[in-house]
């Protein structure tokens, strides 16, 4: 994934004339991680900031459990434990406890490699339980977007409302529905942070279902949620913890008005979204296949057939074109490759 290379030089006005999160996507992660100003956090709150394919990995270290939320993609399990057993994360500690925000495959892909590492107790949200019980894969966003995961076993669930102690901090789960009906955000008045998942980013939040109107109005929500609490911190699932709570909620409130009754944009965005995804995991793909592919995975073809109505070829076209011009993707070779690969 080239997380510790750096993609470009900067000159030190280009830098600062930069967004901070288009340096971290143009910028290896962890070195920039290291550049950038961090917002402080406590001793026992340490964050591993991976990237899209992979939700970051956050550790609070207590004196008798280690908690860890969120786990990575599957692909990337063995990099996730290798980085959890680094000293400034994990090291040769135990791992206790895990727990989940949400469902999807990037934060809950490597939860059965870590619970064979650890023999940890695992807990879900409670609005994810049944999803997970019964290994629902189009519930789960799996096969019916191209992704994947090991399916797991939990101990037990984490409830809205309830409070918990990890890392020697008070925790309160707070339902945050919207981009998943059953995530959880985790608040600590104490600390003033909050782990946030997907329901905020520092530029955005996670995707929402254009067939699922109430979704988005859910999101909202959730984004008036978390102004009303007192945040110092934020820690995202995706990307480096922030301190600008304000600006951050605003740009998600902004991007919520521009998605407001139009499915047609929701569902692009899904579509970039999810081929963008598979392109992180897969690094390449050969452009020949890839309207074989779109025709093969439901979320493609179901809406291709709603929303868009054109050959496989067409949209796959489309959406190549679409991915060149955010500079997320590039062609080279009759391949389209993830650009910082
Ligand atoms: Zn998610």
């Given amino acids: 994934m080239g997380s510790s290379s750096i ?16 340096r971290w996507r143009e910028c290896g992660v962890e070195i920039l991680y290291e550049i950038v100003d961090q917002p402080r956090l ?10 899209w394919l992979s939700a970051n990995n956050i550790i609070l270290r ?8 969120d786990t990575g993609y599957v692909s990337r399990a063995s990099e996730t434990l290798s980085l959890l057993r680094k000293p400034k994360h994990l090291g040769s500690e135990p791992l206790n406890w895990l727990v989940n925000t949400h469902c999807h495959s ?5 939860n059965a490699a870590i619970q064979r590492a650890y023999a ?10 049944e999803l997970i019980r019964a290994w629902d894969t189009r519930g789960l966003w799996l096969d019916y977007a191209g992704q ?7 101990d037990d669930v984490v409830v809205s409302g309830r409070t918990y102690r990890w890392g020697d901090l008070e925790w309160l789960a707070i339902a945050a529905p919207g981009h998943d009906p059953g995530a959880l955000m985790f608040y600590c008045a104490e600390e003033r942070a909050l782990i946030t998942g997907d329901a905020l980013w520092e530029n955005g939040f996670g995707i929402v279902l254009p067939d699922v109107p109430e979704e988005l109005e859910e999101a909202r929500r959730t984004l008036d949620a978390i102004a009303a609490l007192d945040v110092r911190v934020v820690i995202p699932g995706h990307g480096p913890p922030f301190a600008g709570v ?3 909620l605003e740009r998600s409130f902004a991007r919520v008005d521009a998605l407001r009754g139009n499915p047609e944009r929701i569902a692009r965005n899904v579509l ?6 598979s392109l992180l995991d897969r690094e390449s793909i050969p452009l020949a296949t890839l309207p074989d592919y779109l025709a093969s995975v439901p979320i493609y073809r179901e809406y291709n057939e709603r929303y868009f109505k054109q050959t496989a070829a067409q949209l796959a076209d489309w959406l190549v074109g679409e991915l060149e011009k955010s500079r997320a993707a590039r062609r080279a070779g009759g391949l389209l490759l993830a650009s910082n690969s």
């Fill in 272 to 277: 970039k979204v999810m081929l963008m995804f």
């Fill in 106 to 110: 990037d934060h809950m892909g490597g």
């Fill in 7 to 22: 993609g470009r030089d900067w000159s030190a006005a280009e830098f600062d004339a930069t967004p901070r999160h288009e």
């Fill in 148 to 154: 994947h995961a090991e399916r797991f076993d939990f």
């Fill in 120 to 129: 940890c107790r695992t807990s879900v949200p409670e609005g994810e339980a």
């Fill in 42 to 51: 406590p001793p026992q709150i340490r964050v591993i900031v991976r990237d």
């Fill in 246 to 248: 304000a600006g951050a």
């Fill in 62 to 69: 207590g004196r008798d459990t280690n908690v860890l939320i």
